[in-house]
């Protein structure tokens, strides 16, 4: 069985940093490309960054302006989103996903996800 | 940069058929995808490279696509398909969602 887990939200300050990770299971992690999607409370989904099976490829939304920082560890099946300069407008639930890596393939599995609070 | 309009909400009677648009520039070359999101839970992926299902979504999800709108079909509609559903599309090595659509069943 496919399994997403996040973990490392909560709280933090304006300015803050944080470092999500997931940690999957039930698929030959390596093979898949990775995704960070969020959501704020209240709104729609918005596509925070991708990274290829070997991690060569990555791609950020242009709104994260170099904030964040996606890496995978393939030998521990674990991706990972470090967050810095944290503002009120990251808080969110954030969810990893998978896709098989081909252009214009869907996430087939995501995360439960898991709340990041950005607060003073 | 690229972007997904879809209407805000849409309602249907119980055995009916919803459909849910999505609008893009040249969406049909972009391999426009739907997810199911329920209430407090994660997004589900209902229908892919416009029309394909994923093993497990009933038959009566389906897709279409015609050049720029890209349309979810749910035919029959029960009461578990109320629901927030979300359109996605590639866009160079990006990826944009829809705003989403709030699927009432009354």
């Known amino acids: ?120 | 940069s690229y972007e997904l309009t879809q209407p805000p909400s849409v309602s249907v009677s119980p055995g009916q058929t919803a459909s849910i648009t999505c609008s893009g520039d040249n969406l049909g070359n972009k391999y426009p995808s739907w997810y199911q999101q329920r209430p407090g839970q994660s997004p589900v992926l209902v229908i892919y490279q416009e029309n394909k299902r994923p093993s497990g979504i009933p038959e009566r999800f389906s897709g279409s696509n015609s050049g720029n709108t890209a349309t979810l079909i749910i035919s029959g509609t029960q009461a578990m398909d109320e629901a927030d559903y979300y359109c996605q599309a590639w866009d160079s090595s990006t990826v944009v969602f829809g705003g989403g659509t709030k699927l009432t069943v009354l």
């Open chain 1, 1 to 120: 069985e496919v399994q997403l887990v996040e973990s490392g939200g909560g709280l933090v300050k304006p300015g803050g940093s944080l470092r999500l990770s997931c940690a999957a299971s039930g698929f030959t992690f390596s093979s898949y490309s990775m995704n960070w999607v969020r959501q704020a409370p209240g709104k729609g989904l918005e596509w925070v960054s991708s990274i290829s099976s070997s991690g060569d490829y990555i791609f950020y939304a242009d709104s994260l302006k170099g904030r964040f920082t996606i890496s995978r560890d393939n030998a521990k099946n674990s991706l990972f989103l470090q967050m810095s300069s944290l503002r009120a407008e990251d808080t969110a639930v954030y969810y990893c996903a998978r896709d098989p890596g081909r252009y214009g393939d869907p996430y087939d599995y995501w995360g439960q996800g898991i709340l990041v609070t950005v607060s003073s």
